[in-house]
């Protein structure tokens, strides 16, 4: 007897596709998502100087409407799982904006390509578009990735080790995610801390709200109560930015020919961005695989390859549109089951996020809303991505996610460097000598450091369970990548080129006494002997016992 006959033998139930438990659902993933607009937007026009309006205006709407579409996808199956499997409590899966990206979008790729652009003589809009185009390709591409994966779900999770993957998420969960939005509400302590109380309460340690009103809104609500009631009684610092010129707008656009001539020139200095936006993909591509499990887990089966082709299709859709960050499932599908949440939930997200980036009500959000007292939600995804990729590792692979968080720290070193310098007035030729020295190994250890993370993390792993084969593979990758300048590279710019050419321009910028023994061929050498010492211990050491690899010695 197959499904539909054994459904038909028991009779159907009305799918009950809109229920109380949808409002507390849809509160909490809107804000997730429009945290996350707001954080994109910040980052750019508060952090690198883009144009405030180009921002809302080209790349928003565009980013939005990945949301729109996915989430509509995602309630479609919803409706289609309950139809086939006759159960009137289907949920629909979570699709939201991917945090980690947005970090790893703006911050590698789309601002430093907008400040290079401005230092080749590109005034401000220009420069924006010019980045704009770069960040549009890096979600084409990343788009076009996560379609090529969904029918290799399985074959991608047994070839990426847990520990490399979650290792580079959780980075950047720690140092990205949860660090640089806690400055800004510190910048705000009285109304930002208020905030961040009632998120580490209902979010993190699981507290209840009478009602089970939703403690992400509750927050946000506090957090805007006591900032603009600080304002009234002149013990604030104001609201951030000036308010939009007009009360909505529509704005949707389409710039694929403009970037195709883009691109006819533009496409060399793209490919020097694809290691960091395809590791990104990854990462979320493996997520879906386990959002998917985790709904499964629940009593919703869907196919993993048509949430990871939906997510694919969302992502490129937004490409499309200009949109600037990838969309993905969200973890937590359990979480909204028990909230009695069905597809009401995803559709009222579906038209929330969509329509408040194209009609420009995003605008005005944006602007009331303070950072400090939404970006305490990023905080605790920070956390919970942290705590996940942890609790998602075996326990004798937790060294190997704790490691390959070491490269994330060297990126945040650089970011204060980089932060103190100008301000000083000492420019990197004028530094002491060992100063220089410091300051190039930390642009080493940082550049890529998402592949880097993920390279490391794997090879401790793989170390860690004595397979010396993986081992070793996952060392000559790296000593590869590190021979182009994919990772390590000495260059500020991060530009992937050939040995040779990499020594040349560090002569050119007075780099190479900082550089000594630094170069790609030092990296490249330095991997290939650990690679060495790997088949060597292979041959004559013993392998660990996977019983004495659970239980840490004289603990």
């Known amino acids: 007897m197959d499904n539909s006959t054994a459904v038909a033998a028991h009779g159907r139930k009305t799918y009950q596709w809109a229920g109380a438990g949808d409002l507390n659902a849809f509160f909490g993933l809107m804000i997730d998502n429009i945290g996350v607009m707001i954080l994109t937007t910040s980052l750019l026009v508060l952090g690198y100087g883009f144009p405030r309006d180009f921002v809302l205006t080209r790349m928003i709407p565009g980013t939005a409407v990945g949301v729109l579409v996915g989430d509509l996808i995602f309630t479609v199956a919803a409706f289609r799982l309950a139809r086939r499997s006759g159960r009137a409590d289907v949920t629909a899966m979570p699709l939201g904006l991917d945090t980690p990206s947005t970090f790893g979008s703006v911050i590698l790729i789309i601002g430093p390509a907008f400040l290079a652009a401005k230092g080749r003589g590109l ?106 009631g600080m304002n009234l009684a002149g013990l604030g610092a104001g609201a951030d930015g000036t308010a939009p010129s007009t009360l909505l707008r529509f704005a949707l656009p389409f710039p694929m020919a403009a970037w195709w001539t883009w691109f006819a020139t533009a496409w060399p200095e793209a490919l020097g961005y694809l290691p960091v936006a395809i590791p990104l993909a990854l990462a979320t591509v493996v997520g879906g695989i386990d959002c ?37 499932p969200y973890i937590g599908h359990p979480a909204y089951k028990a909230m009695g949440a069905r597809a009401g939930y995803t559709l009222a997200t579906a038209l929330f996020v969509g329509a408040a980036g194209v009609f420009g009500y995003f605008d005005w959000i944006f602007f009331l809303i303070p950072k400090a007292v939404v970006f305490p939600i990023l905080v605790f995804v920070g956390l919970e991505i942290t705590a996940q990729s942890f609790h998602a590792t075996p326990f004798r692979h937790y060294p190997a996610v704790a490691f390959a968080c070491v490269p994330a720290l060297a990126y945040l070193a650089l970011i204060t460097i980089n932060q103190v310098l100008p301000e000083v007035g000492k420019p990197f030729d004028r530094l002491q000598p060992s100063t220089q020295h410091w300051i190039a190994t930390a642009t080493m250890l940082s550049g890529g450091f998402i592949v880097t993370s993920l390279l490391w993390g794997a090879a401790l792993a793989h170390l860690i369970d004595g397979r010396v084969g993986s081992t070793v593979g996952a060392l000559i990758l790296a000593g590869v990548f590190s021979w182009f300048g994919v990772i390590h590279s000495p260059l500020p710019s991060g530009a992937i080129m050939s040995p040779a050419r990499v020594v040349a321009e560090l002569k050119t910028q007075g780099r190479t006494a900082a550089t000594a023994g630094q170069t790609p061929y030092h990296w490249a050498a330095s991997y290939g002997v650990m690679a060495v010492v790997v088949l060597i211990l292979g041959a004559l050491g013993e392998p660990p016992r996977p019983e004495s690899a659970e239980t840490p010695e004289g603990v």
Do not use: N
Not at 192 to 221: D, H
Not at 300 to 324: C, K, M, N, Q, R
């Open 292 to 328: 998917t499990e985790s709904a499964a887990a629940v009593g919703d089966e869907y196919s993993t390859g048509a949430i990871v082709a939906a997510e694919g299709f969302a992502t490129l859709v937004a490409g499309g549109f200009g949109g600037v960050i990838q969309s993905t």
């Open 123 to 228: 005034e401000a809009t220009a420069a924006a578009e010019h980045a704009w185009f770069l960040g549009i390709t890096m979600l084409l591409a990343s788009g076009v990735f996560k379609l090529a994966c969904a029918p290799f779900g399985g074959w991608v999770r047994r070839m990426v080790p847990r520990a490399g993957l979650l290792g580079s998420l959780a980075a950047i969960a720690l140092v990205l995610i949860s660090f640089l939005p806690l400055l800004d509400v510190a910048g705000h302590p009285v109304a930002g801390f208020a905030s961040l109380i009632v998120v580490l309460a209902t979010l993190t340690a699981r507290w209840r709200l009478p009602g089970r009103f939703p403690g992400a809104v509750f927050a946000v609500a506090l957090g805007c109560l006591v900032f603009y």
